[in-house]
C-alpha cells in the first residue's frame, strides 16, 4: 500500500526520536553539561512542539492534504536533526528537539487521515496497529544499536547519520503521498480551525476519553524513552550498553504489543475492554516494579517489557476516538486526540524528571527513587482507567 511506502521510514524515525535519549543519557547530559532536570526538559521539548502542533496540523490536513503538510514541516524537522547532532549548550539541544518534534507531528496522523479517508472503517484499528508496529521498530535503533554505535563512533556523529535518514524520509514522503478528495461538512460551509475545534469539544463521549489519552501512553513512552537506561545503570550498575539491551527488549515487546492489540482488535472487533484493561494491567506491573524491580535486574527487565507490550494501548485507544468523528473533522478530530496523548507525555517527562531530581536532593538512593516514580505511574493509570471505563463503546445519534 502506497501509504506504507510513504510514510513509514518517516514514523520509524519520529518513534526513534521521541525514544533514543534514554540510552544516550549520560554523554548527553556530560556534553551539555546538564541534571536530570534539565535532561527531562529536553526530552519534553520534543513532545511540547509536537504537541502545539497538532491543531495545526488537524486543520492542514482537512484543509491542504497530508503531502503539503508533511512535506513542510518535515523540512523544519531535517535542519532541527541536524542541529541536535552538533548542540553545544542545554538551550540548543531543547530548540532542536522542538524542531524535530515539529517535523514528526503530521507523519503518524497522516497515515492515520489517508487510512480513514481511503478505506473501510472496520479496517482502521488493524491497519493503525500493523502501521504503529513496523514503525516502532524505530524503538530498536534509538535502543541497542544507538547505544553500541555512540560507544564506537560518538554520539554526534550517530545523531548525524539519523539526520541525514531523516532528510531522505521527508524527500520520499513528499513525492509519494497522494491527496484524497476533500470532504466537506453537511451544510457545505468549511469550518476553519477554531470551529472545527469547538465542535470536537461537544464531543460528549471524547471527555471521558481524555484523561486515558494524557497518561496512558505518556507513561509507557516515558519509562522506555527517558528513565530505563538510567534505572538499569544507576540501581543494578549496567553499562550503556547492557542499559541499551534492557531498552531494547522493551522496545521489541512494544513492538510485539502493537501487532498483539491489532490482532487481538480484529478477532473480537471491540477496542473499549482491550484498553480498559490493559490500562489496568499495565498499572499492576508498574506497582509490581516497584516492589521488586530494585532486588534483580532480571525480573526488572521482564517488567519493563512486559508494560511496553501490554500498556502500548496507542492504537486502540485511537481507533475508539475515531468512531465519534464526522468525515470532515477526521484530520482535526485525531490530531486534537494525539495532543492529549503526546501534551502527556511532555508533562510526564518534565514532571518525571522534577520528580526524580527532587528525590535525589532529599537524599534518597536510587532505587528508592525510581520506586516512587513507578508507584506514581501506577496510580495514574489505574486512575484513568476507571474514568475511562464511563466512555460509550460506540457513537451514539
Given amino acids: 500500500?502506497?501509504?506504507?511506502?510513504?510514510?513509514?521510514?518517516?514514523?520509524?524515525?519520529?518513534?526513534?526520536?521521541?525514544?533514543?535519549l534514554s540510552v544516550i543519557a549520560q554523554p548527553v547530559m556530560a556534553d551539555l553539561a546538564i541534571g536530570p532536570r534539565e535532561f527531562g526538559f529536553l526530552g519534553a521539548a520534543w513532545f511540547v512542539a509536537f504537541a502545539c502542533a497538532q491543531f495545526p496540523v488537524g486543520w492542514a490536513l482537512d484543509r491542504l492534504g497530508p503531502r503539503r503538510t508533511v512535506a513542510a514541516t518535515m523540512a523544519l524537522g531535517t535542519a532541527g536533526a541536524f542541529l541536535f547532532a552538533s548542540a553545544g549548550s542545554a538551550l540548543t539541544g531543547t530548540l532542536a528537539m522542538a524542531l524535530i518534534g515539529i517535523g514528526c507531528a503530521p507523519i503518524f496522523m497522516a497515515a492515520l487521515f489517508l487510512f480513514a479517508r481511503t478505506t473501510e472503517p472496520a479496517r482502521f484499528a488493524s491497519l493503525t496497529s500493523v502501521f504503529i508496529g513496523i514503525g516502532s521498530l524505530g524503538n530498536l535503533v534509538g535502543a541497542g544499536p544507538l547505544a553500541l554505535a555512540a560507544e564506537r563512533f560518538g554520539w554526534r556523529p550517530s545523531m548525524l547519520a539519523m539526520a541525514g535518514a531523516f532528510g531522505i524520509a521527508a524527500l520520499l514522503a513528499a513525492l509519494l503521498i497522494k491527496d484524497p478528495p476533500r470532504a466537506e461538512q453537511a451544510s457545505g460551509k468549511a469550518e476553519g480551525l477554531i470551529e472545527g475545534l469547538a465542535s470536537i469539544l461537544k464531543i460528549r463521549a471524547l471527555r471521558y476519553l481524555a484523561l486515558l489519552t494524557l497518561t496512558g501512553y505518556a507513561i509507557v513512552a516515558t519509562a522506555r524513552g527517558l528513565w530505563i537506561a538510567p534505572f538499569m545503570r544507576d540501581v543494578h550498575g549496567f553499562d550503556a550498553v547492557m542499559a541499551g539491551h534492557a531498552a531494547t527488549a522493551m522496545a521489541l515487546a512494544m513492538v510485539g504489543g502493537a501487532f498483539f492489540y491489532g490482532a487481538l482488535e480484529k478477532r473480537i472487533g471491540r477496542v473499549k475492554p482491550l484498553a480498559l484493561w490493559g490500562t489496568v494491567a499495565t498499572s499492576a506491573l508498574f506497582s509490581l516494579l516497584a516492589l521488586a524491580g530494585g532486588s534483580s535486574w532480571l525480573a526488572a527487565v521482564v517488567?519493563?517489557?512486559?508494560?511496553?507490550?501490554?500498556?502500548?494501548?496507542?492504537?486502540?485507544?485511537?481507533?475508539?476516538?475515531?468512531?465519534?468523528?464526522p468525515a470532515h473533522l477526521i484530520g482535526r478530530g485525531m490530531t486534537a486526540v494525539n495532543f492529549l496523548f503526546i501534551a502527556g507525555a511532555a508533562l510526564m517527562q518534565s514532571g518525571s524528571g522534577w520528580l526524580i531530581a527532587a528525590q535525589r536532593e532529599a537524599g534518597l538512593g536510587a532505587a528508592a527513587t525510581f520506586a516512587t516514580l513507578h508507584w506514581v505511574f501506577a496510580a495514574l493509570l489505574l486512575v484513568s482507567a476507571a474514568v475511562y471505563a464511563l466512555t460509550p463503546e460506540k457513537a451514539t445519534g
Avoid at 494501548?313 to 481507533?319: D, K, Q, S
Wanted: glycine share 4%.
Fill in 303 to 325: 517488567l519493563f517489557s512486559a508494560i511496553g507490550a501490554i500498556g502500548f494501548t496507542y492504537a486502540v485507544l485511537m481507533a475508539h476516538a475515531r468512531i465519534f468523528f
Fill in 1 to 20: 500500500m502506497i501509504i506504507f511506502l510513504a510514510l513509514l521510514p518517516a514514523y520509524f524515525l519520529s518513534i526513534f526520536y521521541r525514544s533514543f
